[in-house]
């Protein structure tokens, strides 16, 4: 490229300035590491998700059921669907030696014996599969299994259909309908309290006394878009209603993969947008660079040309510079990347129950990203090199014109002379001000979008766990039941408070808009489930005796409703009813499609006067549990502290985990962009102020100056970097959010201001180092020639 | 011994067995080895050697830029070789002026600021308007460094320098960057200093005709004091050819 003189006098260039070579080359390798690491982390997981799917045979839709006849509730569905499998679903309590707080519930479904089912195929980790018979075998899933120390070969007791019944573990699968497995009502897995446990079909047949009866079809649906399938799974529903349809979902509405396709969805959106911005901010600091290298360097560029060396070789030069610095900080990005990519896999390997999930490598990715960073190196070279190229070598030997007063004739002719200097430095090279503001704000606004993205997701589970939900305990139950019967269960387990919910899946319509949710039967002043904004007054979902609902405010901008508005209602359940009800307000809420009505309507959706699946106590005490756990109708029994507990250690795994490293990278480029500008702007003008020292100013004096710079740097940069860092975790979150989880953007005061002391502290700490620089610099030496 | 410091309580500055050494690499360069020179007030001292024989090097040492290696700068009571740094600060700030080769002006700020930024230093200096119109710049005083001639900027420089009334003016080849004549006419203007203001002036120059026209003239020859002349009548600056 360059003559090996040349590539001498930029090998010491680039070791005189290591600190901002080193700084820039570690922007660049956090951009190169994040792209890395977020995109093979996303390939893995979509590909293990994939390649699970497809072996296993993932279902397309799931139809619970109350009860239906097997062959005939088969024959119905296998009109609109493919591979149908008729299977019976049951929460059974494990039984345990040791009496705990919080029983155990394992969801058994059943397979069938001898040959494997047409969908939702289990992948087995260890023993066998069932053989033809009626044994009181299990296999159980592998989270499950290792929470328990389950082994093939151990014994299971479950209290399953009334009766305990003892089973004989011979095999540890894992299945991809239960990637993340959660009990029902609940966001985290938790596989210490909840797992899934696969019986032979005769056997589970025998236990529940459901003898050639199904409870939930699981199948292929026909069509070829969703739109198409979502018809057939319409159809379907309405076809099979006269045998209770409790729910029906496809795929995209399954919670497992929600939940994890959401998570990958999550990595293609931040895999993009992080590295892009660290790029970004990359290009401008190296851009700065190197403009004011061509500058320094137009004698040499000059007396280069002179010599007779050629346009394009001397143009090389500054494109070898930008090159040199794109490629360390490309490779330490590489090596980075392969490491964070293979600490998110491990990290996805505890939440995500997945077969084959490992960190491969995909030399596609590694490619994109090597040739965005060296990109991003040319581009920042692009003006130097261009400059380089053009300037006739007379020209280039004149001394530099650059001393113009241009702008700063405006500033005030009454600032003291010394912030005259500072400022006239400021305005002096407008573009390169600007960019290394820009670098600085864009760098700040990272750390914002790192510290509101926490704020925000602990906003939803302060919202949702403090605010909504204010129960004690929650029982599922497996039918919908009378409010009364809950009573009764609740005085007998001697619960001081006591509240039924009833949860009533329905298609909610305005207009041509229509969605999938739930109605959420709740009493008319609840006490303990309240969904809505903590600041409202009213305590009630809607004016007391008015016979409207309150609708999730996402729900209304997606049907396009306001309050005042009336919606169908499609109840799914039941004798499906068409209901049309006034929105009389709208509410916040961050999980599910929720339309929330008092338990008056109860009659007039569901045609019974209060119907409730959901049982909310408030009790301090700690054997309510085992008491509830007592009745079969109760499915699962959720403790909101314990839930609560799971989620933040899970939060603390995941989103802390990147908040962690977003605002640890955004510091180093904080910091390394504050430093190159700095150092930048020194080196410009070590000759005025070794000009200065020498009159007779002292290092307080020049460090008040270059302190004033700073300061104008910092605070310009921060002010627009909190708008800027605002807006973009708003756009961030709304990319992020979906239907099923969703976040507010929540700005604290504090966090602002903790921003502004972190830019301020870096500020401080680069000053530091720019004050040590002068100090420490020979600067006698910088008076001696003409630069 | 007792006669030295007699002497070293009148003269303005005295070296003593100066050493200054670089360190490059694993080797040390002795690049000025064991001056001794006293400065006398009012006097104009041409400091003449060929490039590298340490001229600024010597320069910096006096004016207090740079550190001795051994042995030592008195100014009065204090001595350099041992001073802090913050009194290194005051010195410069209260009784040195320097004069530079490449004039060393703030780029982004006029003449006139270039002059008032030394003056700002000082409790007492020299009023800047007069002195700008003493030194022929009346109408050059809103200028930026950009706008003026070489002889000019060279002009501002020295009325920088002077207009802290400092007791020593070190001047590093004043005329190096300019040509003839305008050479010319910025010595004249040096060679006034010592009368107009009664400062001690250094002139560092490698041209042997500019040597005649001070007071006193040291060669200096590879970090050596090779000769010290006197000039009983210097040569007026106009009348130098060369
Ligand atoms: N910072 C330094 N490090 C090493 N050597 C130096 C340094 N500064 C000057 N020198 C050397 O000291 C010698 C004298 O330099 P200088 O005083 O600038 O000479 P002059 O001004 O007479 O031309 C030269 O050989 C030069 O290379
Ligand atoms: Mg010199």
Partial sequence: ???????????????????????????????????????????????????????????GFWIRLKRAPRRQAIAQASRCARWVEGRIVREARMMKDTADRDPTTVLAVSLPAGRRPRVNDVRLIAGRYFEVGTRPEGIVGRAFAHAHGIRPGSHLRLLLGGRVVSIRVIGIALSPEFVYLLAPGSIVPDPARYGVVFLPEEFMEQATGLRGAVTELVGRLRGNSRPERRAALRMLERSLSPYGVLDAHDLEEHASHRYLSDEIRGLAVFGVVIPTLFLIVALLVLQVILWRQVDQDRPVIGVLKALGYPDLHVAGYYAAHALSIGLLGVAAGLAGGALLHRAMIAVYRQFFELPGLEARFHPADYAIVLALGIGTAATAAARAVWVAWREPPAAAMRPAPATTPGLSRLLPRRWPLLARIAGSYLVRRPLRSLAGIAAVALATSMLLVGLLSYDSTIAVLDHHYRHVERHDWSAWLRDYRDVQAVREIAHRVRAPLAEGVGTVPATIQHGRYRMDGAVLLLPESPRLFVPWESDSSSRGIVPHGSSGVALSRWLAKKLAVRAGDRVTLRIRVADRRVVRVRVLRLVDDYLGLFVYAPMTLARKLVGHPRLVNRLLLLSPQGDVAQRLAGYPSVVTVRNRRVERAILWRMVTKLTVTYVALLVGFAAVLLFSSLLNVVLVSLMERRRDYATLLALGFCNRELGGMLAGELAVLVLTGTAAALPLGITLTHALIRLYNTDYFRMPLVVHPHTLVAVVIAAAVFGTAVWVVAVWQVARGRWQDWLRSRE | MGGSRELADTCVLRLERVTKRYRQGPRELTVLREVDLSLWPGELLVVLGPSGSGKTTLLNLMGGLDRVSTGHIRFGELDLATATAAQLTHYRRHHVGFVFQFFNLVPNLTAYENVELAAYLVEQPLPVDDLLEQFGLADRKTHFPAQLSGGEQQRVAIARAVVKRPALLLCDEPTGALDYETAKDVLGLIQELPERFGTTVVLVTHNQAIATIGHRVIRLRSGEVVAVSRNETPLAASELIW
Avoid at chain 1, 15 to 27: F, G, H, K, P, Y
């Fill in chain 1, 1 to 59: 490229m360059t003559g090996s003189v040349l590539r001498r006098r930029l090998y010491r260039q680039l070791r005189q300035q290591r600190w901002q070579t080193l700084a820039v080359a570690a922007v660049i390798a956090i951009g190169t590491l994040l792209g890395i690491g977020l995109r093979s982390a996303h390939r893995d997981l979509a590909a293990a998700r994939d390649r699970f799917y497809a072996r296993q045979r993932i279902a």
